[in-house]
Nanobody, 113 residues
Framework: QVQLVESGGGLVQAGGSLRLSCVAS??????MGWYRQAPGKQRDLVAG???????KYADSAKDRFTISRDNAKNTVYLQMNNLNPEDTAAYYC?????????WGQGTQVTVSS
């Protein structure tokens, strides 16, 4: 089992920035990252990062969002810049471990126009 605790969501104006954090309860040797889900929509990948630092991004996140990871702290971050109202969603941290995916409880990001 892995517990994930997210923080950093909130309300921001369009063009603003937020930094999300997610701390895992133990060492993660595989992929960590973020999904998001807007009301009435499916949960979609935002960005993922391997333990070695390899990254992947959704097209909507490229050039605006940066994912990073501190392995010593079991923590993954998502720096989000130039936010727009279409980024409004619940953001969920995830971990791939032992063939399973674990989810955080979600943190709400709301971008006002």
């Amino acid at each position: 089992q892995v517990q994930l605790v997210e923080s950093g969501g909130g309300l921001v104006q369009a063009g603003g920035s937020l930094r999300l954090s997610c701390v895992a309860s133990r060492t993660i040797f595989s992929e960590m990252g973020w999904y998001r889900q807007a009301p009435g929509k499916q949960r979609d990948l935002v960005a993922g990062i391997t333990r070695g630092g390899g990254t992947k991004y959704a097209d909507s996140a490229k050039d605006r969002f940066t994912i990073s990871r501190d392995n010593a702290k079991n923590t993954v971050y998502l720096q989000m810049n130039n936010l727009n109202p279409e980024d409004t969603a619940a953001y969920y941290c995830y971990v791939l471990d032992g063939g399973k995916i674990y989810w955080g409880q979600g943190t709400q990001v709301t971008v006002s126009s």
